[in-house]
């Protein structure tokens, strides 16, 4: 059959009416008449993802018959993360001593009673294309590891193995108590503050109690803790019923049949007595201010150095995120928005929320003036993050104050609605990534044994209107201020005024006078 050539210029005239175009093979032969809704011959069949019906989305759950809990979510994808979440973090450590978390996190991934030294750990994985991490925050401890799904035996059993068979050698202890002393000074050395107040901001808000204890091991701890400490506190909170493994991207029952196979009947290193001392203290708020006098004139020098700063935090208390005001309080923290004075970006870096409109926009020797929400499962923290000129720092206070009782006031349309866009936006492409459905997944169903789905929350979300805002903030406001400073606090109002400040109608600070200045 003779070829049909079409000109150049012809050929989106010759496809748009369905003419088809012949070119020759460099041997001569033609190309086959093929059209394009017909399979190419020789190519595999694609695969595509597909869901049969809602129970594709749904977080399956199974208890154990020792109390752990096996969670998993449908993913499509070669790789699966799976990790084991503890209830068990610094807020437990009252009857301890301070700093275990710490030394946990950086201890996992060590020596197991299966593998010699954390190299061979990761050359087990690398054969999976696996990493692996844990991380410790106030209220969970979490183990986890990406790797390829059909090495999810391994990796289930790797995972035991370190949760429940550490070595704790005395050298991988000393190694430790070299990495946390690093990690203090590097705290309060980086010239990012924000860490070290969130600390602040914790202690000053929840004094001596749960959430309030510090979560970095403090400097006169370090030689205190060793592996009897740790498997005092081990015996206690690493027990079956306070985890739940869970694994986003595998079948279920073949979690299941893992779970079985090596977290039943596994016996711990630490021996299998029944855990009598378990803290279940609930967080109790109580307000009040930490201050740390510290020079920062020359916290980061160079070329470009970062000027001197005087660093704020106020906090009011708000709720649980178990509590139905949670979603009011997350769009309001939403709402509020801010940043620092340098960001760049259009509206979706928060360009239109209350704090660069009111702060950043209006006063330039502002540096920064971020919101920020805490939330656990029996208390909550909204704080105010600022940053200015030393001698500019009492009106720093006056002007986060008031943004705190305009919360009270009146709330735009326009603005809720942007706010509440954005948060549905920031869940959403926030849960497209693996190891942040993990995290959802295994942090809801051990802290309630289910899990509500993205498009429940953002219909919950869609809920929220302006008299939510206005009562939630109107609750929030009745509570004592806590109070975070950094820097030369020469200039910082008494949190006497602070809090009067917060009581008034305007959230202004009471009026001084001197004689001399």
């Not at 070119?23 to 001569?28: C, H, L, M, V």
């Not at 059209?35 to 989305?57: H, S």
């Not at 001698?391 to 986060?400: A, D, L």
Request: charged share 20%; hydrophobic share 40%; net charge neutral.
């Amino acid at each position: 059959m003779a070829a049909k050539v079409v000109g150049r210029g012809a050929w989106g005239s010759a496809r748009r009416f369905g003419l088809v175009a012949y070119r020759k093979y460099s041997s001569g032969g033609s190309y086959p008449n093929i059209p394009l809704t017909a399979p190419l011959p020789g190519v595999p069949k694609p695969v595509f993802a597909a869901v049969d019906g809602q129970e594709g989305f749904e977080t399956k759950v199974t208890t154990l018959k020792n109390g752990m809990q096996v969670a998993s979510q449908n993913k499509f994808g070669q790789f699966c993360t799976v990790g084991i979440l503890i209830n068990s973090g610094s807020r437990y450590e009252a009857k301890h001593t301070g700093g275990i978390s710490h030394f946990l996190e950086k201890l996992a991934f060590s020596s197991t009673a299966q593998f010699g030294s954390k190299d061979e750990i990761l050359l087990t994985l690398e054969k999976h294309g696996g990493i692996c991490d844990c991380q410790a925050s106030r209220d969970t401890t979490m183990y986890a590891v990406s790797a390829d799904a059909k090495g999810l035996d391994t990796v289930v059993s790797l995972l035991s193995d370190v949760v429940l068979q550490p070595r704790l050698s005395d050298e991988e202890i000393e190694m430790t108590r070299m990495a946390v002393r690093f990690e203090l000074e590097d705290l309060n050395m980086r010239p990012d503050p924000e860490p070290l107040l969130t600390e602040m901001i914790h202690a000053a808000a929840f004094s001596e109690n749960t959430v309030g204890l510090n979560r970095f091991c403090p400097a006169e701890n370090i030689d205190k803790i060793d592996r009897k400490v740790l498997h005092s506190y081990m015996r206690n909170y690493y027990t079956p019923n306070r985890m739940v493994l869970a694994g986003v991207g595998i079948k279920h029952d073949q979690l299941v049949d893992c779970a079985q196979k090596y977290f039943l009947g596994a016996e711990p290193v630490w021996g299998s007595s029944t855990s009598a001392a378990v803290d279940r203290s609930v967080a109790q708020y109580t307000g009040g201010i930490l201050k740390l006098e510290k020079d920062m004139s020359d916290v980061s020098l160079g070329p470009t150095p970062i000027p001197e700063l005087t660093h704020i935090m106020i906090g009011l208390e708000t709720c649980s995120f178990l509590e139905e005001d949670f979603i009011p309080f997350a769009v309001l923290n939403m709402m509020m928005g801010g940043g620092g004075s340098f960001s760049a970006g259009g509206p979706g870096k928060g360009m239109f929320t209350r704090l660069y409109l009111n702060v950043l926009n209006r006063h330039h020797w502002m540096y920064n003036a971020t919101a920020y929400h805490h939330s656990y499962e029996d208390t909550g923290l909204l704080c105010i993050h600022a940053s200015a000129d030393p001698r500019q720092v009492r009106e720093m206070v006056e002007i986060i104050t008031r943004e705190f009782i305009l919360m009270a006031g009146a709330v735009g349309e326009v603005e809720l609605e942007r706010a509440k866009t954005q948060l549905q936006s920031m869940l959403m492409m926030n849960l497209e990534s693996r190891p942040v459905i993990f995290e959802d997944v295994g942090r809801q169903v051990l802290a309630t044994g289910m899990r509500k789905l993205p498009h429940e929350l953002c219909v919950l979300i869609g809920k929220v209107n302006a008299s939510d805002i206005k009562r939630v903030v109107t609750k929030m406001l009745r509570n004592k201020p806590a109070v975070a400073s950094l820097g030369d606090l020469t200039e910082l109002p008494s949190y006497e005024h602070i809090q009067a400040a917060l009581s008034s109608k305007d959230g202004r600070l009471p009026r001084m006078y001197r004689l001399f200045r």
